[in-house]
């Protein structure tokens, strides 16, 4: 089994926290302080220049991975203060959470989780994690196709390149919707 770690800020409510949940399940270990996330442990930081990808498997499977719960709104502060060297930004995906239900790259902390280990090939602890919520099916639903296709990336700059297809693809599809007089 994959370590987990989520350094949770607390500033949502504990209720609807996903990291508090995991922790409960005991498929993650929330701890009180940053310098407490273990340093070789990948963090997962959205404003990382290296996108995930199935090469840094290695380091998870030795090192662990390291998430922050914090609101959208002050996460941008929290992550020059932590020392982790191993950083990766997950690449475009949509949120499936109710919360933030289908808007892009607003993912919950679990689905944080669960997109790092699917891609790094830990399918089925990915799988486990979603099993928590009601709603992970969901995610898997809108990002099946994606994730499969990032885990099969062995570089980030290959991750990227996917990444762009896709929102080339859904650009594309914005400005050509298909018409409800198609087929008639």
């Known amino acids: 089994m994959t370590k987990i770690w989520i350094y949770r ?11 508090v949940r995991l922790s409960k ?3 993650a270990t929330i701890v009180r302080t940053r310098s407490a996330l273990p340093r070789r442990a990948l963090l997962l930081d959205p404003f990382s220049e290296y996108a995930l990808s199935s090469s840094d498997e290695v380091i998870i499977s030795k090192y662990g991975l390291a998430l922050i719960d914090a609101s959208w709104e002050h996460v ?18 949509v949120a499936g959470n109710p919360v933030k239900q289908d808007q892009p790259m607003t993912l919950s902390t679990a689905e944080a989780a669960a997109a790092a280990l699917y891609i790094t ?5 990915a799988i486990s994690i979603l099993s928590a919520f009601r709603w992970g ?3 898997m639903e809108i990002n099946k196709r994606l ?11 290959d ?7 896709e929102l080339e693809r859904r650009q ?3 400005r050509n919707p298909p018409s409800v007089l198609n087929g008639i």
Do not use: W
């Open 159 to 165: 991750v990227v390149s996917v990444q762009l297809r």
């Open 25 to 27: 399940f005991g498929l």
């Open 76 to 93: 941008r502060n929290m992550f020059p203060k932590i020392k982790n060297k191993e950083r990766r930004a997950l690449p475009f995906l």
């Open 172 to 174: 594309r599809d914005t």
């Open 121 to 125: 090939g830990h399918i089925p602890e």
């Open 147 to 157: 994730l499969d296709e990032y885990s099969a990336c062995s570089t980030s700059s």
């Open 9 to 19: 800020v607390g500033d949502d409510n504990p209720h609807m926290c996903t990291a």
């Open 137 to 139: 099916s969901h995610f």
